[in-house]
Nanobody, 121 residues
Framework: QVQLVESGGGLVQPGGSLRLSCAASGSIFNIYTMAWYRQAPGNQRELVATIRYSGSTNYTDSVKGRFTISRENSKKTVYLQMASLKPEDTAVYYC???????????????WGQGTQVTVSS
């Protein structure tokens, strides 16, 4: 069984910074692409950033230049460093990780529990 545990959300003023973390544990053979999504009230869940095992990254246009996704493979952890935060960044942030299970060798996406980020003065 695989678990993803997120941390780092909270309340921050506009222009501030936060760093989210998502750690994977359990029956893991290999981890492939890691990603962050977000969902604001009344909106669909949207892809924010992805990072491949190679380290190559992609970002949605609205966060380019402000957010940085990174990963630490030895710790099975993905991070999202968020800077210059805006009220429109307010959402629940979810990590999504593509994992091959060590026991079954099945590969699928797993989701974190979500962490609230609120940007408000």
């Amino acid at each position: 069984q695989v678990q993803l545990v997120e941390s780092g959300g909270g309340l921050v003023q506009p222009g501030g910074s936060l760093r989210l973390s998502c750690a994977a544990s359990g029956s893991i053979f290999n981890i492939y692409t890691m990603a962050w999504y977000r969902q604001a009230p009344g909106n669909q869940r949207e892809l924010v950033a992805t990072i491949r095992y190679s380290g190559s990254t992609n970002y949605t246009d609205s966060v380019k230049g402000r957010f940085t996704i990174s990963r630490e493979n030895s710790k099975k952890t993905v991070y999202l460093q968020m800077a210059s935060l805006k009220p429109e960044d307010t959402a629940v942030y979810y990590c999504n990780v593509d994992i091959k299970d060590r026991t079954s060798f099945r590969r699928r996406d797993y989701w974190g529990q979500g962490t609230q980020v609120t940007v408000s003065s």
